[in-house]
Structures are given as C-alpha cells and as structure tokens.
C-alpha cells in the first residue's frame, strides 16, 4: 500500500473534496484507490472483476475486532441512509464496522470527483455522522453512497489521506498508479481552503525490504501514486510534497446533494 498523508489547513474542516484519476492501463482487478481517508474510514473505487467496478465506503467501528459479532449494539455504526443500488452490511476481519458500496463502472483515463461530509451528529450527542457522494460525469450528478453513524465519536474532518493498494494478492505483479487533484477543504463557518501539501508513506513491508516498489510524488502539478509491478526507483517514507493550487474551487450547492 501506497499512502498520501495531507494537512489540512484549519482545523473544523466539514467538507473534504479530491479529484481522481487512474491512467489507462493502471487499473488491473483487485485495485482499490481511496481519495478520501479520515480517522474512522476511507472512501474511494475499486476493480473487483473484470466486468464489475465500486465505489465503496466504510467506516470502522471505535470497538477494534476482527470480529464483528464481538461489536455491541452501542458500538455498531449505524447506518443514516444510502444512495440508490448501494449495499450497506457490517464486515470484518480487517477490523469491523460498516461498508457501503455501489456499481459503479468507473473509467481509467477519466477524473472523478469525491466529496465527504464529516460533522459531530446533531441527532445523537456521542455519534459523528460520516456521508459520502461520487460525482457521476456520464449523468452530471452528485450520486449519495451512504450516510453513517460512528457511536462513541465527535469530532469533524480529521486524518486526510488517499492511498493505492492490492487486494489480490496474485495481482502484486501488475504495477497501477493513481493521481490526486484539486483537493479543497471546506470548514464548519462554510470557508473554502486549498490542500496543498502531502507526505508520501509506504507499505510496513518496505521497512523490512520485503517490497521496495512503492512510489509517491508529484507530476503535471497532481500528487501521485504508485505502486506493485516490482520498479525499481522507489521513493523513501515520509516524503514531503506540495503542489501549487490553481483551479477555483468546486461549483457545490451543499443544499442540493442527494
């Protein structure tokens, strides 16, 4: 795994908004490139065969088990709502919480836009709801993945990251990269600020030297990602990047997201 650390400029950041894009041919089956990373979760689009593609979003119970049986009622991260088409289920074995997902056949070469909502839950005084949507380009609509409810949590946006990885094991031959751009942070008071800054952070087993092909930087002004397919110019962890923001920010009406 490939991992993109960002600074938030503020702090009661609401909004987290990040624009993606797989090259052409860098999408082989058991790909996942998360765009939106928070304390608790991540959101992003997987290859799961080869004729099926996701958008998924999971949020991870504060009770840490690999077991989800062993997660109490008052533990469980319930589930607000969710978009059409979208299964929403409990899962485990990589801790346990809640995974929401739709078909969504996505396209290498063509960007998507991301955008999260992480906010204290009015409702519930020890919850934080976490809502997630994907920007369709094919129907020019903000889709709603899913609504959730993290219990024994408050707080907002915290813990931006992205990051690249294989999920097929037998797949770690076939390199994939993903680029990351235009991201903006949007507070609690409804302020827009540009996110600029990165570090780029490798797999455990980079440490070991057991994978050295991990990579991170930036081209064409965009943060980057790469990783498997046994390269050799790997970069080191903990490596600073930063980008110079030059588009305007994202025409969002917040009011009318589904």
Not at 31 to 45: A, C, E, K, L, P
Not at 95 to 115: D, E
Request: aromatic residues 16%.
């Amino acid at each position: 795994m490939a991992v993109l650390n960002y600074t938030l400029p503020s702090d009661s950041i609401e909004w987290f908004y990040n624009e993606v894009t797989v090259p052409v041919g860098n999408d082989p089956i058991g790909s996942y490139f998360v765009s939106n990373g928070f304390d608790g979760g991540y959101f992003g689009i997987q290859v799961n065969s080869p004729t099926e593609r996701r958008a998924l979003f999971s949020v991870w119970s504060p009770h840490k088990t690999d077991n989800p049986k062993e997660v109490s009622a008052d533990e469980e991260v319930l589930l607000n709502r969710k978009g059409d088409n979208v299964t929403s289920q409990i899962f485990g074995h990589e801790g346990s919480g809640r995974q929401n997902f739709m078909i969504f056949q996505w396209k290498a070469g063509t960007t998507y836009k991301f955008l999260t909502q992480v906010l204290p839950d009015p409702e519930r005084p020890t919850y934080t709801k976490f809502t997630c949507w994907i920007y369709d380009p094919d129907s020019s609509k903000w889709l709603l993945v899913a609504s959730n409810s993290r219990p024994k949590t408050k707080t907002y946006y915290s813990g931006a990251y992205s990051f690249s990885e294989n999920f097929i094991s037998d797949n770690g031959y076939i390199v994939r990269k993903v680029f990351f751009s235009n991201m903006w942070a949007v507070t609690a008071a409804g302020e827009w600020e540009r996110v600029n800054q990165a570090s780029f952070v490798c797999a455990a087993s980079v440490s070991t030297g057991q994978r050295m092909d991990y990579k991170g930087g930036v081209e064409d002004n965009k943060f980057f990602l790469q990783n498997c397919g046994f390269f050799s110019d790997y970069t080191s962890s903990n490596l600073p990047l930063s980008i110079v923001s030059l588009e305007n920010k994202p025409d969002i009406d917040f009011s009318k997201l589904p």
